[in-house]
């Protein structure tokens, strides 16, 4: 009476085994799923990187330019204006630079909670500064 089939009693614990073996399988697979779209995607973090170079590639040339405009700008007919002027690119250069530094930051939270992204204020800062130092830069001109 030796059969190849299993009894009853075997054929559902290895049906079962089974189908313990196919849920647990589904279950890592749902978690692998789930891990891959938590994880941030590379290219926006080097994006978010990119910008943030930009941003400190623009406050170093604020630096460059203050450092210049006071120690190469002959000195305007009225002695403050050009310390004004070198002063205001070299605060606006450390404005930007930490700035950046924040933004940057920022985002790199608001994207791996999956939030939308921050708005900025170094635009219209950045702008505003700009906007000071050529009036400054003029009046120079103007009163020399």
């Not at 075997?10 to 938590?38: F, G, N, P």
């Not at 930051?105 to 219209?124: A, F, I, N, Y």
Request: charged share 20%.
């Amino acid at each position: 009476m030796g059969s190849a089939e299993p009894s009853g009693s075997a054929a559902d614990s290895e049906m079962a085994a089974v189908e313990h073996e196919i849920a647990a399988t589904e279950a890592k697979i749902e978690e692998l799923i789930e891990a891959e779209e938590q994880e941030l995607d590379y290219r926006f973090t080097l994006a978010n990187e990119r910008t943030f170079l930009a941003w400190i590639r623009t406050a170093l040339g604020l630096l460059a330019g203050g450092v210049a405009v006071h120690e190469l700008v002959k000195p305007f007919r009225h002695h403050g204006v050009r310390s004004a002027v070198a002063m205001s690119c070299i605060v606006l250069a450390g404005v930007v630079a930490l700035g950046a530094y924040g933004r940057w930051r920022h985002v790199q939270e608001s994207m791996q909670r999956g939030d939308k992204l921050p708005r900025t204020l170094m635009v219209p800062i950045l702008a505003c500064g700009i906007a000071v130092i050529a009036v400054l830069a003029g009046i120079g001109l103007l009163l020399s």
